[in-house]
């Protein structure tokens, strides 16, 4: 069985900081591994994909995530926010041939000005 | 391309009541998705289907239930409607062969049982 654990449910960063949200997984087998992001009264969009291959993967927005294998982590980072960023955003993680994401629980991201 | 679409946005029952959400798929994608995602909470697998036939269940009694028609779209029904069913339903396709379930979602229906 799958899970994610994102463990800081509330990050506030002043605008221009950087930022990291953590996400740390549990599978017994190889994982492909997401972050969404939903903006208020929203739904999700896909803002970048570990799916193999380079374990450093970018967004079109500056977000970046590495995937570590032994630590079992894809944590997202951003050497700058922007306003723009408040959000809440999720990890998420699915196997090979699986037909659901399992999702954790949310990290709200407020960016202060 | 058209994304994935949902309707209606909100809607509010009462307990006991029945509700059926609905969703067309993104241009190019067979498989779609349900979650439930409740207040503060990530979004939690309700069930897929594929070629009109479920392909999956998550942990949801069988009061929730659903069909997929030959155009890809889809709905969610929900019997017997409880005070808990209260959430965000979100609906998410993905592209026909995909093994890497890269899903596209729907910005959701704001279902409130009173």
């Known amino acids: 069985a799958q899970s994610v654990t994102q463990l800081d449910s509330q990050v506030p960063v002043f605008e221009e900081a950087p930022v990291e949200l953590r996400c740390n997984y549990s599978?017994?087998?190889?994982?492909?591994l997401f972050w969404y992001v939903q903006y208020p009264n929203q739904g999700l969009q896909l803002l970048l994909k570990?799916?193999?291959?380079?374990?450093l993967v970018e967004s079109i927005n500056g977000f970046e995530a590495e995937f570590n294998k032994s630590q079992t982590s894809f944590h997202l980072r951003k050497p700058s926010v922007h306003i723009s960023d408040t959000a809440e955003y999720f990890c998420?993680?699915?196997?090979?041939?699986?037909?659901?994401?399992?999702f954790g629980t949310g990290t709200r991201l407020t960016v202060i000005p | 391309e058209t994304g994935v679409t949902q309707s209606p946005t909100h809607l509010i029952k009462t307990r006991g009541q029945q509700v059926t959400l609905r969703c067309s798929s993104q241009?190019?994608?067979?498989?779609v998705s349900w979650y439930q995602q409740a207040l503060g909470q990530g979004p939690q697998f309700i069930f897929q289907?594929?070629?009109?036939?479920?392909?999956g269940r998550g942990n949801f009694p069988p009061r929730f239930s659903g069909l997929q028609f030959p155009n890809y779209s889809s709905e969610l029904n929900v019997n017997a409607l409880e005070l808990d069913d209260s959430a965000l339903y979100l609906c998410?396709?993905?592209?026909?062969?995909?093994?890497?379930?890269?899903?596209?979602f729907g910005p959701g229906t704001r279902l409130t049982v009173l």
């Open positions: 998410a396709s993905k592209r026909a062969g995909s093994s890497y379930n890269e899903q596209f």
């Open positions: 599978s017994s087998v190889s994982v492909y």
């Open positions: 570990y799916l193999s291959g380079s374990t």
């Open positions: 998420a993680v699915s196997v090979f041939g699986a037909n659901n994401l399992f």
């Open positions: 241009s190019g994608h067979n498989t």
């Open positions: 289907y594929y070629r009109e036939e479920e392909n």
